[in-house]
Nanobody, 128 residues
Framework: QPQLVQSGGGVVQPGGSLRLSCATS????????ITWFRQAPGKEREAISC????????DYADSVKSRFTASRDNDENTVYLQMNSLKPEDTAVYYC?????????????????????RGQGTQVTVSS
C-alpha cells in the first residue's frame, strides 16, 4: 500500500528556515514526481514545488522560487522541502503528493487532480 508520511513543520519567526520531510513507501519513487502543496485558511490549495524523481529536475511556483528547495534522499526514499527566508504568508498546512511521472514529469504539477497519493499534512506557522 503506497504511503507518504510527513514530518517537520512547526513555528518559526519571519526570515527563519524549516525543512519538511515526506517519507515514501509502497511504490518505486524513481518513477514518480513528488509535489508539495499548501493550503492556508480561507485560501485555495496551491502547488508550490515539484521534483521529478526520474531525473531530479525540479519546478517551483513563483511565490517560493529561490527560497524553497526540493530534494531527495535516494537511500531513504524520502523527499525534502527546505524552506528558507520564510514569510508570514507562508503559513499554511503543507502536503506532499505523488503521481506517476511518465513523459510529462513536473509539467502541469499545479493540476491537483493528477495526484494519486497524499501525505497527512503538517502545519507551518511563520510568526513573530
Amino acid at each position: 500500500q503506497p504511503q507518504l508520511v510527513q514530518s517537520g513543520g512547526g513555528v518559526v519567526q519571519p526570515g527563519g528556515s524549516l525543512r519538511l520531510s515526506c517519507a515514501t513507501s509502497g511504490f518505486t519513487l524513481d518513477y514518480y514526481v513528488i509535489t508539495w502543496f499548501r493550503q492556508a485558511p480561507g485560501k485555495e490549495r496551491e502547488a508550490i514545488s515539484c521534483i521529478n524523481n526520474q531525473d531530479g529536475s525540479t519546478d517551483y511556483a513563483d511565490s517560493v522560487k529561490s527560497r524553497f528547495t526540493a530534494s531527495r534522499d535516494n537511500d531513504e526514499n524520502t523527499v525534502y522541502l527546505q524552506m528558507n527566508s520564510l514569510k508570514p504568508e507562508d503559513t499554511a498546512v503543507y502536503y506532499c503528493a505523488a503521481d506517476w511521472a511518465g513523459p510529462r514529469g513536473c509539467v502541469d504539477f499545479g493540476d491537483l487532480r493528477r495526484y494519486d497519493y497524499r501525505g497527512q499534512g503538517t502545519q507551518v506557522t511563520v510568526s513573530s
